[in-house]
């Protein structure tokens, strides 16, 4: 089955950082956007950045935006998120997820993603 697959996750405390990668094997990442999302248990996944198929255009929730910094390595097939600053709500499983390259949904829309990993958890505590 073709997916994504996420690594990095783990436990920090709060203020602390961590980086995430997204990365897949038999799945070409480079010629589409690619979006990271979040859940947190009993919660909605939602988006948290989203990164154009160049790199040239990047976006981020207001919850994370000046904390956290996406970017992209074509020809690596990855894609990464660093996270600073970490708060206890940022703990959550991440997802990364690959962009269909068709469609008008928001880029924060999970129906706007084709194929998903299987998420990396993320705890921030004391």
């Known amino acids: 089955q073709l997916q994504l697959v996420e690594s990095g996750g783990g436990l920090v405390q709060p203020g602390g950082s961590l980086s995430l990668s997204c990365a897949a094997s038999?799945?070409?990442?480079?010629?589409?956007?690619i979006g990271w999302f979040r859940q947190a248990p009993g919660k909605e996944r939602e988006g948290v950045s989203w990164i154009s198929w160049s790199g040239g255009r990047v976006d981020y929730a207001a919850s994370v935006k000046g904390r956290f910094t996406i970017s992209r390595d074509n020809a690596k097939n990855t894609v990464y998120l660093q996270m600073k600053r970490l708060k206890p709500e940022d703990t959550a499983v991440y997802y990364c997820?690959?962009?269909?390259?068709?469609?008008?949904?928001?880029?924060?829309?999970?129906?706007?993603?084709?194929?998903w990993g299987q998420g990396t958890q993320v705890t921030v505590s004391a």
């Open positions: 997820a690959r962009d269909r390259g068709y469609g008008n949904h928001d880029i924060f829309d999970v129906l706007r993603y084709g194929y």
């Open positions: 038999d799945l070409t990442l480079a010629n589409y956007a």
